[in-house]
């Protein structure tokens, strides 16, 4: 950070830092004059000593495409936490946030890597876009990711049947005037549609000796738009499975579990920043 009385012009910014002494580590400077805020990027002659004098200069964003927010909430040492700031500043090259604790970082022409999460609710909050969220909030190893969430609503695929099978008492699913009845209470066979996943297929089948008709409600199945994904699977128990770009995860995965499904993306997406 620089406070400075110059103009925050590309000529006289590059006049004053140009030659300037700048510490070892330094390679960014975000320059404020009153409420103005510029970034440049510099480079000092020699990294051995302490100081020395900055040997190039590069202005990265001048005032007129820099927005400067005061956001106590954010911890600006996590990319994915900056990310969620710097996607509502429609327009600005640069986006510098002090944070939480005082720390000032930035964005310069942000382009998260956005990853779709798919998933089923109720329940509310949907469950995998909130540990992806949660996960990401951590990440101070990971480039910036962006959820967006692809839900599905999952009365909205049970059409007009009058009495439906469901995997298990889920929480908050509004069924109307529909008749609902739960498979892992093995109840007596009606004709029923079942709504559930490739499992819950096979444990129909398993209790009754037949198939149900009905939809799949597996995320992996419903999943619409290409890749980056994240979704799950009814047959994944343990594991998860990377395919291209699309990460699947257990229906009961783990944050660690999320978590590595989030890097692989990140590796398969963007090399630079991935961790090894
Ligand atoms: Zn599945």
């Known amino acids: 950070m620089a406070r400075v009385e110059v103009p925050l012009t590309a000529e006289s910014l590059t006049e004053h830092f140009l030659g300037r002494e700048c510490y070892r580590r330094t390679r960014y400077v975000v320059v404020r004059n009153g409420?103005?805020?510029a970034l440049v990027g510099v480079e000092p002659t020699?990294?051995?000593?302490?100081?020395?004098?900055?040997?190039?200069?590069?202005?990265?964003?001048?005032p007129a495409e820099t927005t400067y927010l005061r956001r106590p909430d954010i911890d600006t040492g996590v990319p994915s936490q900056l990310a969620k700031v710097a996607v509502g500043q429609h327009g600005a090259r640069?986006?510098?946030?002090?944070?939480?604790?005082?720390?000032?970082?930035?964005?310069?022409?942000p382009d998260p890597l956005r990853v779709r999460v798919c998933e089923v609710v109720p329940p509310h909050p949907a469950k995998l876009l909130d540990q992806a969220q949660r996960v990401l909030d951590l990440a101070d190893d990971?480039?910036?990711?962006?959820?967006?969430?692809?839900?599905?609503?999952?009365?909205?695929?049970?059409?007009?049947?009058?009495?439906?099978?469901?995997?298990?008492?889920?929480?908050?699913?509004?069924?109307?005037?529909?008749?609902?009845?739960?498979?892992?209470?093995?109840?007596?066979e009606r004709d029923w549609?079942?709504?559930?996943?490739?499992?819950?297929?096979?444990?129909?089948?398993?209790?009754?000796?037949r198939g149900a008709p009905g939809p799949d409600t597996c995320p992996r199945a419903l999943a619409r738009e290409p890749g980056p994904l994240l979704t799950k699977c009814c047959l994944l128990e343990d594991r998860i499975e990377i395919d291209e770009d699309v990460a699947v995860v257990p229906w009961g995965a783990s944050l660690e579990q999320v978590r590595q499904a989030l890097v692989a993306l990140a590796r398969r997406c963007d090399l630079a920043w991935a961790p090894a």
Request: proline content about 7%.
């Open 142 to 188: 990971l480039p910036p990711v962006v959820l967006e969430p692809e839900l599905v609503e999952i009365e909205s695929l049970a059409a007009d049947a009058e009495v439906v099978l469901l995997p298990c008492r889920g929480s908050g699913i509004r069924l109307g005037n529909r008749e609902a009845y739960y498979l892992d209470e093995r109840p007596a």
């Open 94 to 109: 640069a986006v510098v946030v002090e944070g939480r604790y005082s720390h000032v970082s930035f964005l310069l022409d």
């Open 193 to 209: 549609m079942l709504l559930g996943c490739a499992r819950s297929r096979q444990l129909h089948g398993w209790f009754y000796g």
């Open 35 to 37: 409420d103005a805020t």
């Open 46 to 62: 020699d990294s051995d000593p302490l100081f020395s004098p900055a040997a190039s200069v590069e202005v990265l964003a001048l």
